[in-house]
Nanobody, 119 residues
Framework: VQLVESGGGQVQPGGSLRLSCAAS????????MHWVRQAPGKGLEWVSG????????DYADSVKGRFTISRDNAKNTLYLQMNSLKPDDTAVYYC?????????????RGQGTQVSVSS
């Protein structure tokens, strides 16, 4: 399993970023996928998940209405569109491989991409 995130950076509060995750080493379209994050000095936090066929998605309350998860199974790529960013969204964001079933569980994650929100 290889997961490579990109698209992070520094943005002002209220700004937007789009994260991408290129997946390889497994049959991407069979598995649910997730984004998790780790803020400075805190533990891992599940952010969002999407089912294998993209028919279902789920979000943490802290990002609901601001973040949108999507996937392109033809390109083996997962995305996270982040709008109305807040300083509390500052974290390293990881793409994570889920299970065949859609729930909030995941097993492997990538190296992460840093998102910093500040003025």
């Amino acid at each position: 399993v290889q997961l490579v995130e990109s698209g992070g950076g520094q943005v002002q509060p209220g700004g937007s970023l789009r994260l991408s995750c290129a997946a390889s080493g497994f049959t991407f379209g069979m598995y649910s996928m997730h984004w998790v994050r780790q803020a400075p000095g805190k533990g891992l936090e599940w952010v969002s998940g999407i089912s294998n066929g993209a028919k279902s998605s789920d979000y943490a309350d802290s990002v609901k209405g601001r973040f949108t998860i999507s996937r392109d199974n033809a390109k083996n790529t997962l995305y996270l569109q982040m709008n109305s960013l807040k300083p509390d969204d500052t974290a390293v964001y990881y793409c994570a491989k889920g299970r065949l079933e859609f729930d909030r569980n995941w097993d492997s994650r990538g190296q992460g991409t840093q998102v910093s929100v500040s003025s």
